[in-house]
């Protein structure tokens, strides 16, 4: 669908480091392919190299690059010293902004790189002075505002570890994350803005500070109302306050694995799991994720449409560490229409526009055309992630959006902050497909018995260990809880839990969570494959498919539609769903049963809650199968437990 011209690629930051490595290595290679495998034989080499073409600043020089090749527990760049925030800081060019910043309650704003700088200072004065050591955890309740960028520098010059929560969030999922990793200092807000109505939130961060013991203070930041009381909170201070302090500007030199964030895990099927990532396995990671698979450089302008509660925010962030601006915008992206956020990147002069897959088909379905009504001129490159992007998906961007635009779908994990499968500047863009395996992460798909497959679905592994793989996860003895999440299945080897198909060109193909997938009589499907293909059907927003292997049957799929308002399900529509999926997918996967539903459940980051419902049905009592504050919409699990109730009933009966 797209290729680079022989001028593009000459001038991306991939051919450079591939001319560096000639002319500093002595390493010469034909294509990305070769590069990519030198990157995963010689890990040693190739971690070295980014290490010293993106010149990494270190107080202390490594001893080794990786002290053992194991998973988990490897040890990367032993005796080095560095920082996140150092780096983060250190390139911003004086006539470019750091970052630019939308919302819908604050207009168009720009925050110079010296002001953030400043900014960083005064904070990490006033945290050093509330008794903030390195270790510490400060946390923030807080929204994707420039506020929260700050605040997080700060935290990671002291050496401190950092911890956010969308304020969308309900006091109990915030609690159940941050109370795992007992933080000092609390940032929050009033409130919130979305979809245009105000969120007051006082009452949650009183609920906060209630419920975390070991809280010492709390920083507010009026945001919903400039007026915001502080009083109304326990041993709190007002944002304003903490930027009167005076200090310089500097950085706690840390080990390579100290901590550096806690991300969670969604929660939805028990307590969120506390990743813990290391200052120095994200700063190697992230200059080679922007730096060379997003072309990403001190003239961009880079943004992805997040919450402060997913692990894309840190990856907006992380591209200061290139030079880049950082795009920022707080609000809802369909108000108040669906061109709120190609307006964005017309204003902002965006030159990176990272989304996810369900933003792209809700556009195409809303029928707007953002190229015709925006002048997205600067805009070169748009990023997908949070789920797979059917090829409708690719085709619409470019006859809708630009038709000279590199489209870079990507995936990855919250549990290594960065991409397994991802873009690269070299390689032409293939409808449906993900263009290559990324540098330094040797990705397999593997069968049950663990063998390696080409141009067949298996198991998303990894088998050789990266930088920013956890440290460990917060609060868990003897590392159980972390084992079991990656290594039950092939042990020394990370299994991801997704189905991907790596094809014989290098490119992959990523079919949705591998614990969810529908396997009728021996044919594996991703539930990606079977959503493309219903929801092109018109009637159909949205669908949720799941396949039961019990309840009396070797095998029961039930398909849950969400339909356009005004339409009914009725037995020709059945019909019309079925007769599709049998057309475009197989017999095999034609639904046993099809039921209309008002909405999908999704957890707090939009993912489908596939496995929660599977196990809803399957007779798993709610409390067990799904947590339901880490739900965007809760309301929507009811008419699954009655479902399953009714099916039990008809089983037993």
Same mark, same amino acid.
């Given at each position: 669908?797209?290729?680079?011209?022989?001028?593009? %690629?000459?001038?991306?930051?991939?051919?450079?480091?591939?001319?560096?490595?000639?002319?500093?290595?002595?390493?010469?290679?034909?294509?990305?392919?070769?590069?990519?495998?030198?990157?995963?034989?010689?890990?040693?080499?190739?971690?070295?190299?980014?290490?010293?073409?993106?010149?990494?600043?270190?107080?202390?020089?490594?001893?080794?690059?990786? *002290?053992?090749?194991?998973?988990?527990? !490897? %040890?990367?760049?032993? #005796?080095?010293?560095?920082?996140?925030?150092?780096?983060?800081?250190?390139?911003?060019?004086?006539?470019?902004? $750091?970052?630019?910043?939308?919302?819908?309650?604050?207009?168009?704003?720009?925050?110079?790189?010296?002001?953030?700088?400043?900014?960083? *200072?005064?904070? !990490?004065?006033?945290?050093?002075?509330?008794?903030?050591?390195?270790?510490?955890?400060?946390?923030?309740?807080?929204?994707?505002?420039?506020?929260?960028? $700050?605040?997080?520098?700060?935290?990671?010059?002291?050496?401190?570890?950092?911890?956010?929560?969308?304020?969308?969030?309900?006091?109990?999922?915030?609690?159940?994350?941050?109370?795992?990793?007992?933080? %000092?200092?609390?940032?929050?807000?009033?409130?919130?803005?979305?979809?245009?109505?105000?969120?007051?939130?006082? /009452?949650?961060?009183?609920?906060?500070?209630?419920?975390?013991?070991?809280? @010492?203070?709390?920083?507010?930041?009026?945001?919903?109302?400039?007026?915001?009381?502080?009083?109304?909170?326990?041993?709190?201070?007002?944002?304003?306050?903490?930027?009167? @302090?005076?200090?310089?500007?500097?950085?706690?030199?840390?080990?390579?694995?100290?901590?550096?964030?806690?991300?969670?895990?969604?929660?939805?099927?028990?307590?969120?799991?506390?990743?813990?990532? /290391?200052?120095?396995?994200?700063?190697? @990671?992230?200059?080679?994720?922007?730096?060379?698979?997003?072309?990403?450089?001190?003239?961009?302008?880079?943004?992805?449409?997040?919450?402060?509660?997913?692990?894309?925010?840190?990856?907006?962030?992380?591209?200061?560490?290139? #030079?880049?601006?950082?795009?920022?915008?707080?609000?809802?992206?369909?108000?108040?229409?669906?061109?709120?956020?190609?307006?964005?990147?017309?204003?902002?002069?965006?030159?990176?526009?990272?989304?996810?897959?369900? =933003? +792209?088909?809700?556009?195409?379905?809303?029928?707007?055309?953002?190229? !015709?009504?925006?002048?997205?001129?600067?805009?070169?490159?748009?990023?997908?992630?949070?789920?797979?992007?059917?090829?409708?998906?690719?085709?619409?961007?470019?006859?809708?959006?630009?038709?000279?635009?590199?489209?870079?779908?990507?995936?990855?994990?919250?549990?290594?902050?960065?991409?397994?499968?991802?873009?690269?500047?070299?390689?032409?863009?293939?409808? /449906?497909?993900?263009?290559?395996?990324?540098?330094?992460?040797?990705?397999?798909?593997?069968?049950?018995? #663990?063998?390696?497959?080409?141009?067949?679905? /298996?198991?998303?592994?990894?088998?050789?260990?990266?930088?920013?793989?956890?440290?460990?996860?917060?609060?868990?003895?003897?590392?159980?809880?972390?084992?079991?999440?990656?290594?039950?299945?092939?042990?020394?080897?990370?299994?991801?839990?997704?189905?991907?198909?790596?094809?014989?060109?290098?490119?992959?193909? +990523? =079919?949705?969570?591998?614990?969810?997938?529908?396997?009728?009589?021996?044919?594996?499907?991703?539930?990606?494959?079977? =959503?493309?293909?219903?929801?092109?059907?018109? @009637?159909?927003?949205?669908?949720?498919?799941?396949?039961?292997?019990?309840?009396?049957?070797?095998?029961?799929?039930?398909?849950?539609?969400?339909?356009?308002?005004?339409?009914?399900?009725?037995?020709?529509?059945?019909?019309?769903?079925?007769?599709?999926?049998?057309?475009?997918?197989?017999?095999?996967?034609?639904?046993?049963? +099809?039921?209309?539903?008002?909405?999908?459940?999704?957890?707090?980051?939009?993912?489908?809650?596939?496995?929660?419902?599977?196990?809803?049905?399957?007779?798993?009592?709610?409390?067990? $199968?799904?947590?339901?504050?880490?739900?965007?919409?809760?309301?929507?699990?009811?008419?699954?437990?009655?479902?399953?109730?009714?099916?039990?009933?008809?089983?037993?009966?």
């Amino acid at each position: 669908m797209w290729e680079g011209t022989e001028s593009f %690629k000459r001038q991306s930051r991939m051919y450079h480091f591939m001319e560096w490595l000639r002319q500093n290595r002595g390493l010469s290679f034909d294509n990305y392919h070769d590069l990519w495998q030198w990157s995963v034989t010689d890990l040693e080499g190739f971690w070295s190299s980014i290490w010293d073409y993106f010149q990494v600043k270190s107080s202390k020089p490594y001893t080794r690059v990786l *002290a053992e090749r194991t998973m988990p527990g !490897a %040890k990367w760049f032993t #005796g080095a010293e560095v920082n996140y925030a150092e780096h983060a800081l250190r390139s911003g060019s004086p006539g470019r902004p $750091a970052i630019l910043f939308q919302s819908e309650i604050r207009p168009l704003t720009e925050v110079s790189w010296e002001e953030l700088r400043q900014t960083v *200072a005064s904070l !990490a004065t006033a945290l050093r002075n509330m008794g903030v050591r390195p270790g510490d955890r400060v946390v923030a309740y807080m929204p994707n505002i420039p506020e929260t960028v $700050a605040a997080f520098l700060a935290s990671a010059s002291i050496g401190a570890v950092w911890s956010s929560c969308s304020p969308d969030f309900g006091s109990p999922s915030v609690i159940d994350r941050f109370r795992q990793i007992e933080p %000092k200092v609390l940032f929050a807000v009033d409130g919130y803005q979305y979809n245009g109505k105000p969120f007051d939130r006082m /009452g949650v961060v009183a609920e906060l500070q209630q419920s975390l013991p070991t809280l @010492e203070k709390t920083i507010l930041v009026p945001y919903l109302n400039r007026d915001a009381d502080p009083s109304r909170l326990s041993n709190a201070v007002l944002w304003q306050d903490c930027l009167r @302090e005076s200090g310089p500007l500097t950085f706690e030199p840390v080990p390579f694995d100290h901590p550096l964030w806690v991300l969670y895990s969604s929660g939805t099927t028990g307590l969120p799991k506390a990743i813990t990532q /290391g200052h120095g396995g994200i700063v190697v @990671e992230h200059l080679k994720t922007h730096g060379l698979h997003m072309n990403v450089g001190e003239e961009d302008r880079f943004f992805w449409f997040t919450t402060t509660g997913w692990m894309m925010w840190n990856i907006v962030v992380s591209a200061l560490l290139t #030079g880049s601006t950082s795009l920022l915008y707080d609000g809802s992206p369909g108000y108040p229409d669906m061109g709120v956020l190609w307006k964005f990147a017309e204003q902002t002069g965006m030159t990176v526009f990272g989304t996810s897959a369900a =933003y +792209i088909l809700s556009c195409m379905k809303a029928g707007i055309e953002p190229g !015709a009504q925006y002048d997205l001129s600067a805009l070169k490159a748009m990023g997908s992630t949070g789920s797979p992007l059917p090829p409708e998906g690719f085709q619409w961007v470019y006859d809708r959006v630009k038709r000279d635009l590199w489209l870079a779908s990507t995936s990855g994990g919250t549990d290594v902050c960065t991409s397994f499968v991802t873009g690269c500047p070299l390689l032409p863009v293939y409808s /449906g497909e993900i263009q290559c395996r990324a540098l330094g992460v040797k990705v397999e798909a593997f069968d049950e018995q #663990g063998r390696p497959l080409i141009d067949e679905v /298996g198991e998303l592994v990894v088998t050789e260990p990266m930088p920013s793989m956890p440290l460990f996860f917060w609060n868990d003895p003897g590392n159980q809880r972390y084992l079991e999440s990656y290594f039950d299945m092939y042990p020394g080897v990370w299994r991801h839990g997704d189905w991907i198909k790596i094809t014989h060109r290098g490119s992959a193909v +990523i =079919y949705g969570r591998s614990d969810s997938t529908i396997n009728r009589m021996g044919v594996r499907m991703g539930t990606s494959e079977i =959503y493309r293909t219903v929801e092109s059907i018109p @009637e159909v927003l949205d669908s949720l498919v799941v396949d039961l292997e019990v309840l009396g049957r070797s095998s029961f799929m039930p398909l849950f539609v969400v339909l356009r308002e005004g339409v009914e399900l009725t037995e020709e529509l059945k019909q019309k769903i079925k007769d599709r999926i049998r057309q475009a997918l197989s017999p095999r996967h034609v639904p046993d049963e +099809i039921y209309a539903i008002p909405e999908v459940p999704r957890t707090l980051n939009g993912k489908k809650l596939e496995v929660p419902v599977k196990k809803i049905l399957m007779g798993i009592d709610l409390r067990k $199968a799904v947590n339901i504050d880490a739900m965007s919409n809760p309301g929507s699990i009811d008419y699954f437990v009655q479902l399953a109730a009714q099916l039990n009933a008809s089983k037993t009966s």
